[in-house]
């Protein structure tokens, strides 16, 4: 099993920044992808950005990108979500979710292993 551990959530104002931290423990060996998603109040789940831990490949949802980059530390197994330019759209909980896939995939379902969740809000 892989626990994950999400911090770094918070209030900011709207073109602010901040950064969530998602700290991986367990049998993180059989973790070959690592997502971010979010889920905003009344809504679905949806992706937010991902990145395979073999070479360092993203994906990032058309909403953030340009916005949001992934950083990683390999020696603490922890991924990094840096978020600027932050809009009132952006508020929602922000959720770490660790894959077997050997690609980053938008599919929530296709990840086993996630965190508890950190809430983001963002005022305008």
């Known amino acids: 099993q892989v626990q994950l551990a999400e911090s770094g959530g918070g209030l900011a104002q709207a073109g602010g920044s901040l950064r969530l931290s998602c700290a991986a423990s367990g049998r993180t060996s059989s973790m070959l992808v690592t997502g971010w998603f979010r889920q905003a109040p009344g809504k679905e789940r949806e992706f937010v950005a991902g990145?395979?831990?073999?070479?360092?490949?993203?994906l990032f949802a058309d909403s953030v990108k340009g916005r949001f980059t992934i950083s990683r530390d390999y020696a603490k197994n922890t991924l990094y979500l840096q978020m600027d330019s932050l809009k009132p759209e952006d508020t929602a909980v922000y959720y770490c979710a660790g894959g077997r896939s050997s690609v980053v995939t938008v599919w929530a379902s296709v990840y086993p292993f996630w965190g508890q969740g950190t809430q983001v809000t963002v005022s305008s």
């Open positions: 990145t395979r831990w073999s070479d360092g490949s993203t």
